[in-house]
């Protein structure tokens, strides 16, 4: 029988806060996006966000091949009229934007749609 090392929980909790800093795609999600399970995005329109949201944040901007198998293109991925889409996922509307703003959940300014138009 193997021997398994048990790793402490401080140990754990650190290696788990190491992730979430070096994921550089779980602040784009939580401030621009919605998990939604009846939800659809443009996976062109949904990685043109990611970079504007990476360049005015200072953030990483992920290669399109990083940012698929970050999303797990696997298991959302979809072709439709010839647009690739990802399913569960969408981008915040304006409304929700204001309201996740209003409760301090944003770091930077208004959503980059916003600001580009």
Not at 42 to 47: K, S
Not at 49 to 66: M, N, P
Not at 73 to 92: K, L
Request: proline letters at 4%; a neutral charge.
């Amino acid at each position: 029988m193997a021997c398994r090392i048990t790793v402490p929980l401080p140990v754990q909790a650190a290696t788990a806060r190491h992730r979430f800093e070096m994921d550089s795609l779980a602040p784009f999600l939580s401030e621009e996006c919605v998990r939604d399970s009846g939800g659809v995005a443009d996976r062109g329109g949904l990685y043109g966000r990611c970079g504007v949201f990476c360049e005015e944040t200072g953030d990483e901007h992920l290669s399109k091949r990083a940012f698929a198998i970050a999303q797990g293109a696997g298991d959302h991925s979809q072709r439709a009229n010839d647009r690739r889409t990802w399913r569960g996922i969408r981008i915040r509307t304006p409304a929700e934007y204001c309201d996740a703003v209003d409760d301090g959940g944003s770091r930077h300014g208004s959503p980059s749609a916003n600001r580009s138009a």
